[in-house]
């Protein structure tokens, strides 16, 4: 019985896969694995839109590699930004980021949730736009809000919305 081709080969395809990750080390903190808007097509879905103040929305975005492999590792970047204003959205608390490997045509989502402000309420947000960045990327794209103000939490500043963490879509 010969074991050491299969031995050998079983190594080498171990080391393949492991030189596929380069270990998040990039300048200024971006990864060069990093999935990068631009390489990735981002698109906002169809909304569950809040109909009225205080109830609450969710925006779907989806990810979708038009290029060579990459990493998402960590939240979506999304701030929401009024005319003078702009707010950080944070992620869900108690949510846990998955390391997502993109090939070309793997697709990922998350989601923006949050919850309707009054109109001329000192302390919603009047946002007209929302700017997303992938995690390890420097590069961000904007699209424009829709969906009515954002309620704060304290002010106008402080956005009553979180960002999910990002999942897998398709097979």
Known sequence: MRVIPLTVTALAAALLLTAC???GSGN???SSSACQIGTVSVQIGTASVAPAAGDTGEVPV?????S???TLDGFAGVELNAASTSAKVPALQGAKAQKLKLAKGDSASFTISYVRGKAGDATSLEAKNVKIT???SGTSQNFPWSYGPVAGKG?????NASVSAFQQAGD
């Open 28 to 30: 200024k903190g971006k």
């Open 62 to 66: 989806s990810i979708t590699n038009q």
């Open 21 to 23: 990750d380069d270990g």
């Open 155 to 159: 002010g106008a500043g402080n956005p």
């Open 134 to 136: 992938l995690p390890g």
């Open 68 to 70: 060579a492999p990459c």
